[in-house]
T-cell receptor
Framework: EPEVTQTPSHQVTQMGQEVILRCVPI?????FYWYRQILGQKVEFLVS????????KSEIFDDQFSVERPDGSNFTLKIRSTKLEDSAMYFC?????????????FGNGTRLTVT | GIQVEQSPPDLILQEGANSTLRCNFS?????LQWFHQNPWGQLINLFY???GTKQNGRLSATTVATERYSLLYISSSQTTDSGVYFC?????????FGKGTRLSVIA
């Protein structure tokens, strides 16, 4: 069964550094998402992406965050200047149709630790 | 926005026991999914169930959209069922997750 793949599985970075988290969504999916989960808390929506543009974003997704689909297969999340509070598990997800019409498939996550 | 409440927050079971996890929501939904987060943090999609009943092995789920709840049934629990179970739902919003039910199955 096709799956969403994320790299790296773990990332440790120093405060103030830029990080790029990478995702390869399922190939025939058109909608892409990033979610994050701070340790011990619930999973929170960051951003959705469709047709090469952001379709929705949460208040967490401020100017420090950006997303990109640089080619036909990758979907990236960039954090420009990391803060301690950015430490979390970041999940990429994709769906064939929009969130209201088809299930979301999640990757295994990237655990980001900011020191 | 939509409010999602899961119960119980924590559950400890003896291996072989059955359990029912509940997800209540405050508004009509278009999409409801159940996920299992295993001890390694992976989110595994169990069911896509905006309405009706589905079964997959020892797991089954029922959503009664008109009464705004969904139930996840685990029968003959195994230690590998341990982890956190989340429901996530949309209603003209991005997928919103509940706080989860932490299940521990003891041998």
């Amino acid at each position: 069964e096709p799956e969403v793949t994320q790299t790296p599985s773990h990332q440790v970075t120093q405060m103030g550094q830029e990080v790029i988290l990478r995702c390869v969504p399922i190939s025939n999916h058109l909608y892409f998402y990033w979610y994050r989960q701070i340790l011990g808390q619930k999973v929170e929506f960051l951003v959705s992406f469709y047709n090469n543009e952001i379709s929705e974003k949460s208040e967490i997704f401020d100017d420090q965050f950006s997303v990109e689909r640089p080619d036909g297969s990758n979907f990236t999340l960039k954090i420009r200047s990391t803060k301690l509070e950015d430490s979390a598990m970041y999940f990429c997800a994709s769906s064939r149709k929009g969130q209201d019409a088809s299930p979301l498939h999640f990757g295994n996550g990237t655990r980001l630790t900011v020191t | 926005g939509i409010q999602v409440e899961q119960s119980p927050p924590d559950l400890i079971l003896q291996e072989g026991a059955n359990s029912t996890l509940r997800c209540n929501f405050s508004d009509s939904v278009n999409n409801l999914q159940w996920f299992h987060q295993n001890p390694w943090g992976q989110l595994i999609n169990l069911f896509y169930i905006p309405s009706g009943t589905k079964q997959n092995g020892r797991l089954s789920a029922t959503t009664v959209a008109t009464e705004r709840y969904s139930l996840l049934y685990i029968s003959s629990s195994q230690t590998t069922d341990s982890g956190v179970y989340f429901c996530g739902l949309t209603g003209n919003t991005p997928l919103v997750f509940g706080k989860g039910t932490r299940l521990s199955v003891i041998a």
